[in-house]
């Protein structure tokens, strides 16, 4: 047996990946880690009695060239007498319509088709070809956008069906195998492209480490897997806290659960714990994290410290809002009631159209003590230091309030509107710009005094507002 092989073999056999008489899907895209992965489970057949099956993607990213992958990967599975389901997927028409980018819009594609082929072919796992230096990747990544330790992790050896054999070896060893072997393979153009962040990674960065430090992603992979033992322990325990800090309800009239944390409870555990238990709702609530970062499990613990009725807007529709001494989490239908109406972020840097009621234009500059400031009814311009949450362009919500004076005092934007003499109608139809529940403008009417530039500003955003049909 070849030393890559019996190294797979031994991974294999200790993390639990593959048991004699499996039924193994290999996801096989013509690049030298996953020609690799099928030649050594072709091996292993033999072995440990498998039946290998071969899914390949053709994605239509690079014309020609993909489809010459696709007739590779087609002649090689025929050589070695492996059966083999392709899937033509437009992944560029996907990445428009689901606003992802392309390598997003490839990684979901490839999963959604293996998941299918494994059902089609009754494979009991699907294995795929990430490798040493793919571990050490991730791990890179997930660290500069603020991920947990269970993104410095990485990637586990097995998830679900999805087995990774090729986690013990380094990209170094998979070239060393197919050379020994007499194995070509193919070269996707596409990893050069350091503009994806990934390819960036792989290409700039690791390279770089392993000038500085020999043998770099083998200790970042090694790191990785203590790292998930310690996230494991952690998240058990989170679990423990979680049982009496967190109940799970469900109002009448609401479509999902609302998760309602008792603040007193919560506080008392040690920050860490505190982050893995929020860090727990949100894996309920998204399922994939794909959007999530570190600061926004801070924002919501940042609620503890806030009055009651702030809130944080979450990605996906989900807000997290201050209770009396509760935070309650939840889609925002659920918690407002007015889930069918305007709530859109802005762009700090561009236009943001909402449909239905017009174009918001932002751009952020530094600013000058004295500098002279132009303002209009729709065009006005705030201290950008001072917004705690991000500005979304919504309709009001209970619980909305103004800063009225250079004092700091507040109206409830509903006393401020029914003092302006505002009609309940007219009311439900304003749109207001929101930092949490603090308006910062009444688009047409009044900004809050708390966001006027003053001596102490450094950058300023200035906002205009067009009218869908008017230009106002």
Same mark, same amino acid.
């Given at each position: 047996?070849?030393?890559?092989?019996?190294?797979?073999?031994?991974?294999?056999?200790?993390?639990?990946?593959?048991?004699?008489?499996?039924?193994?899907? $290999?996801?096989?895209? &013509?690049?030298?880690?996953?020609?690799?992965?099928?030649?050594?489970?072709?091996?292993?057949?033999?072995?440990?009695?498998?039946?290998?099956?071969?899914?390949?993607?053709?994605?239509?990213?690079? &014309?020609?060239?993909s489809r010459l992958d696709m007739e590779f990967v087609r002649s090689l599975c025929e050589r070695l007498n492996v059966p083999l389901k392709i899937y033509e997927i437009d992944v560029p028409?996907?990445?428009?319509?689901?606003?992802?980018?392309?390598?997003?819009? %490839?990684?979901?594609?490839?999963?959604?088709?293996?998941?299918?082929?494994?059902?089609?072919? =009754?494979?009991?796992?699907?294995?795929?070809?990430?490798?040493?230096?793919?571990?050490?990747?991730?791990?890179?990544?997930?660290?500069?956008?603020?991920?947990?330790?269970?993104?410095?992790?990485?990637?586990?050896? @097995?998830?679900?069906?999805? /087995?990774?054999?090729?986690?013990?070896?380094?990209?170094?060893?998979? +070239?060393?195998?197919?050379?020994?072997?007499?194995?070509?393979?193919?070269?996707?153009?596409?990893? +050069?492209?350091?503009?994806?962040?990934?390819?960036?990674?792989?290409?700039?960065?690791?390279? +770089?480490? +392993?000038?500085?430090?020999?043998?770099?992603?083998?200790?970042?992979?090694?790191?990785?897997?203590?790292?998930?033992? $310690?996230?494991?322990?952690?998240?058990?325990?989170?679990?423990?806290?979680?049982?009496?800090?967190?109940?799970?309800?469900?109002?009448?009239?609401?479509?999902?659960?609302?998760?309602?944390?008792?603040?007193?409870?919560?506080?008392?555990?040690?920050?860490?714990?505190?982050?893995?238990?929020?860090?727990?709702?949100?894996?309920?609530?998204?399922?994939?994290?794909?959007?999530?970062? $570190?600061?926004?499990?801070?924002?919501?613990? *940042?609620?503890?410290?806030?009055?009651?009725?702030?809130?944080?807007?979450?990605?996906?529709?989900?807000?997290?809002?201050?209770?009396?001494?509760?935070?309650?989490?939840?889609? !925002?239908?659920?918690?407002? =009631?007015?889930? !069918? &109406?305007?709530? @859109?972020?802005?762009?700090?840097?561009?236009?943001?159209?909402?449909?239905?009621?017009?174009?918001?234009?932002?751009?952020?500059? %530094?600013?000058?003590?004295?500098?002279?400031?132009?303002?209009?009814?729709?065009?006005?311009?705030?201290?950008?230091?001072?917004?705690?949450? &991000?500005?979304?362009?919504?309709?009001?919500?209970?619980?909305?309030?103004?800063?009225?004076?250079?004092?700091?005092?507040?109206? *409830?934007?509903?006393?401020?509107?029914?003092?302006?003499?505002?009609?309940?109608?007219?009311?439900?139809?304003?749109?207001?710009?929101?930092?949490?529940?603090?308006? /910062?403008?009444?688009? =047409?009417?009044?900004?809050?005094?708390?966001?006027?530039?003053?001596?102490?500003?450094?950058?300023?955003?200035?906002?205009?507002? *067009?009218?869908?049909?008017? %230009?106002?």
């Open positions: 047996m070849n030393q890559v092989t019996e190294r797979v073999y031994e991974y294999c056999r200790t993390n639990g990946l593959i048991k004699p008489g499996m039924h193994v899907l $290999a996801g096989v895209s &013509g690049g030298a880690d996953s020609v690799c992965l099928l030649l050594v489970l072709k091996e292993l057949s033999s072995l440990m009695g498998l039946d290998i099956n071969a899914v390949h993607i053709e994605h239509g990213i690079r &014309g020609e060239e028409k996907k990445a428009a319509e689901d606003r992802m980018t392309l390598e997003e819009a %490839g990684r979901y594609a490839r999963y959604e088709a293996f998941d299918k082929e494994a059902e089609s072919c =009754g494979a009991d796992v699907i294995a795929v070809a990430h490798h040493m230096g793919d571990q050490a990747e991730t791990v890179l990544f997930n660290m500069a956008r603020g991920s947990g330790l269970k993104g410095l992790g990485g990637m586990e050896p @097995v998830r679900g069906r999805i /087995i990774r054999p090729l986690l013990c070896i380094s990209r170094e060893q998979i +070239e060393g195998y197919l050379e020994e072997a007499g194995q070509d393979y193919r070269t996707d153009s596409t990893n +050069e492209d350091t503009l994806y962040s990934r390819n960036g990674i792989r290409s700039l960065v690791i390279p +770089e480490l +392993e000038r500085i430090v020999n043998g770099a992603s083998r200790h970042i992979t090694a790191l990785s897997d203590e790292i998930r033992e $310690a996230d494991k322990y952690i998240r058990d325990k989170a679990l423990e806290v979680r049982s009496s800090t967190v109940s799970v309800k469900r109002d009448p009239g609401s479509k999902d659960d609302i998760y309602d944390i008792d603040l007193k409870a919560l506080t008392c555990e040690p920050p860490l714990i505190q982050r893995y238990v929020i860090r727990s709702l949100f894996d309920e609530l998204y399922g994939s994290k794909k959007d999530l970062e $570190a600061q926004h499990v801070r924002d919501v613990l *940042k609620l503890a410290d806030g009055q009651s009725g702030r809130s944080v807007t979450l990605p996906k529709g989900i807000i997290a809002r201050r209770d009396g001494s509760h935070i309650l989490m939840g889609h !925002d239908e659920d918690l407002t =009631g007015e889930g !069918d &109406g305007i709530c @859109v972020r802005i762009d700090t840097d561009g236009s943001t159209v909402i449909p239905g009621a017009g174009t918001f234009t932002a751009s952020v500059v %530094g600013y000058e003590p004295g500098q002279v400031i132009p303002d209009g009814l729709y065009t006005k311009w705030f201290d950008y230091d001072k917004i705690v949450d &991000g500005i979304f362009a919504r309709n009001r919500r209970e619980g909305d309030y103004l800063t009225i004076d250079d004092r700091g005092f507040r109206k *409830k934007l509903k006393s401020y509107l029914i003092d302006e003499k505002v009609s309940a109608l007219k009311r439900d139809k304003l749109i207001v710009l929101a930092d949490g529940s603090h308006v /910062i403008w009444v688009v =047409g009417m009044r900004i809050s005094s708390h966001y006027k530039i003053d001596d102490d500003t450094k950058r300023v955003i200035r906002i205009e507002y *067009k009218g869908e049909h008017d %230009g106002n």
